[in-house]
């Protein structure tokens, strides 16, 4: 299954106390401009006509005044039109902000969450320590490493996230068909040495020609394709099956991965590519929250797109669509 496949405004200045955007000069103008036609036209009937009483007698004085109102007519629905667009940038650059700042401080409480826990433990083995019976001090010693490489781990993570934003990409030619082969086999190479894995299926096109190669940075696309399958793996039981596929289309590569896992709750589908995200049913599970933001930026650093579709305790799908091109720059 696939997945489904303007002109900048400047923001005039915004008064503080109201909120509204202030009228700018030449909406000023606009109407100047306008007053003085009409003022024109009435001081030419004052001309033609002086004191005497008014007798309309040609349509050229008519003619005038509607031009006239017709210009303030003119000016009256320019400015509104100008306005409502400022006020649209203005709405539009707050929701923005307001968006901004909700994912600031979603990800502060991950983060919050994702530090609590292994400190928690580090308190805990390191109480009352000096009157620990010999044999438990060394068990307290190994509980406050595992947790100390937990939160290094962590921060060497969200440095690889910081770093992806800006890091220019090394582009070259990448047979993405052995990337892909290559990944499923680390995996399963790893799955094995834990004592128990699922089934990894392989689905790419040979014939009547493989899928074709991909402009992008080599070691990155690998990291991308193989935290998608180790995540799937981790999330399988031994016994179960993740298969993953290729396709190409429109110049468009995609690399489908499958499994029979637990799946995703609903609600936290919206969140999974977020920082420090992790899945109500997973949260038992070892793991950081920071693998799927780590590939949806490096498929977006590639011009591509990631989605996800799951359904609990049923399984997952996840889609990596790359363009064969690649990235409009490498910056």
Excluded: C
């Amino acid at each position: 299954m696939e997945p489904p496949s303007g002109p900048t405004l400047e923001a005039a200045p915004v008064n503080p106390a109201s909120g509204t955007a202030k009228p700018s000069s030449r909406t000023w103008i606009g109407w100047l401009l306008a007053l003085l036609v009409i003022a024109g036209a009435a001081g030419a009937a004052y001309a033609v006509y002086g004191l005497t009483p008014l007798f309309i007698t040609t349509t050229v004085p008519l003619m005038v005044v509607g031009f006239g109102i017709g210009l303030l007519l003119l000016a009256l629905l320019s400015a509104v039109g100008r306005r409502r667009q400022r006020l649209a940038v203005e709405r539009a650059r707050h929701e923005a902000q307001q968006q901004a700042w909700a994912g600031h401080q979603q990800f502060l409480r991950r983060l919050d969450h994702e530090l609590k826990n292994p400190l928690t433990a580090v308190r805990a083995a390191v109480a009352d320590l000096p009157q620990a019976h010999p044999q438990e001090v060394q068990a307290r010693v190994d509980v406050v490493d595992a947790q100390a490489r937990r939160m290094g781990r962590l921060v060497t993570d969200l440095r690889k996230l910081a770093d992806l934003e800006t890091a220019a990409l090394a582009l070259e030619d990448v047979d993405i068909a052995e990337t892909v082969q290559d990944a499923a086999q680390a995996v399963s190479e790893e799955g094995t040495a834990r004592g128990g894995a699922p089934r990894i299926r392989l689905d790419l096109p040979r014939v009547p020609w493989p899928l074709s190669h991909v402009r992008g940075d080599g070691d990155l696309l690998y990291s991308a394709v193989y935290n998608v399958i180790s995540n799937a793996s981790k999330y399988t039981a031994p016994g179960g099956t993740v298969e993953v596929r290729g396709r190409e289309e429109s110049g468009t590569v995609t690399i489908e991965v499958a499994d029979t896992g637990i799946g995703v709750p609903q609600a936290d589908l919206p969140a999974v590519w977020s920082e420090l995200a992790r899945a109500g049913n997973a949260r038992g599970l070892p793991g950081s929250g920071l693998g799927l933001a780590l590939v949806a930026t490096i498929v977006r650093r590639h011009g591509g797109s990631v989605r996800m579709a799951s359904r609990e305790g049923v399984g997952t799908r996840v889609w990596l669509s790359l363009p064969v091109a690649g990235p409009v720059s490498a910056t």
